[in-house]
């Protein structure tokens, strides 16, 4: 089982990846005890006529990892490449090949990687980038160099981060200033207090968006309740027979349901339209 689950392939190489197969497909076959065969590219010669069972033995062993290297390399491929080294004869051979066709040249690389340092370089973080991404931008292009077969320390990208923090984060390079060397200080570290700012500073708008919001929302029903103060009639001037101009007959010395003049309404004493019974003016 534990033989059945090494002879997996831990990645499939393609045209772009080649750096990063070639260091796991390796350990693999390191792991699998094959990896002298491509190391040494020995030839296993045929048995001499009345061999030993130890001498037999041997010789299987050596076919048997021959066979099980080069169906690694077979099982590590994309299609389209394995279709250009099917008829490699063995596993010393496939591997040199593909170093020779997909590791690439020296000078590519090199502009490959003064490039990406490049690209580097010109980072800067923005106002409102996110503490989290710009440092995962800048690892990921550490990676590629690294990947690329050159040297990036991590002190490196802690002295970009210091440089191009944006203004508001200056109180906590101060702080860490004061409190330890910075040109000792840990990649994991910086984020973390930086992480730490991002957070409060996130928390503290947050709860300013949120009164700003309750005081707008108080403004708001305090208009609406004006509203509906100035839209019903004061006690006081009901009182002394002043009331708000009648929707019927626009006089203000009567309420609208005592209106005389109401074209909605019919009187059931006499079948007039225009009034109410109570108001009646042919009964009083």
Known sequence: MEESS????????????????????????????????VEE?????????????????LHKKRKTRKAKAKACLFAAVSLSIFIKIMKIDSAAEIWE???????????????????????????KMKEFDVVKDY?????????????????FSNEKIVQKRL???????????????????????SLTKLLHSLEAVEQRRLMRQGDTVEGAFQVRMQKNAGHKNGKMN?????????????????????????????????PDVKCNKYGK??????????QQ
């Open 6 to 37: 090494l002879t997996t392939a831990p990645s499939i190489l393609d045209r772009d990846n080649y750096e990063t197969w070639a260091v796991r497909m390796t350990v693999h076959l390191q792991a699998l005890d094959v990896w002298e065969v």
């Open 41 to 57: 590219n020995y030839e296993v010669p045929p048995l001499r006529a009345n061999p030993t069972v130890a001498q037999m033995k």
């Open 97 to 123: 090949y593909l170093k020779e066709k997909y590791k690439g040249d020296e000078r590519i690389k090199n502009v490959q990687v003064m490039n990406l340092i490049r690209e580097f370089e010109m980072k």
């Open 135 to 151: 440092a995962a931008q800048l690892l990921s292009i550490a990676d590629k160099v690294r990947l690329l077969g050159k040297e």
């Open 163 to 185: 440089v191009t923090l944006p203004e508001k984060y200056e109180a906590t390079i101060s702080f860490l200033k004061n409190s330890k060397d910075l040109s000792t200080i």
């Open 230 to 262: 100035n839209n019903k009639p004061s006690s006081n001037n009901q009182k002394n027979g002043v009331f708000p101009p009648c929707p019927h007959y626009k006089k203000t010395n009567h309420s609208p349901q005592k209106c005389w003049w109401r």
């Open 273 to 282: 339209e225009g009034h109410v019974e109570r108001i009646c003016k042919n």
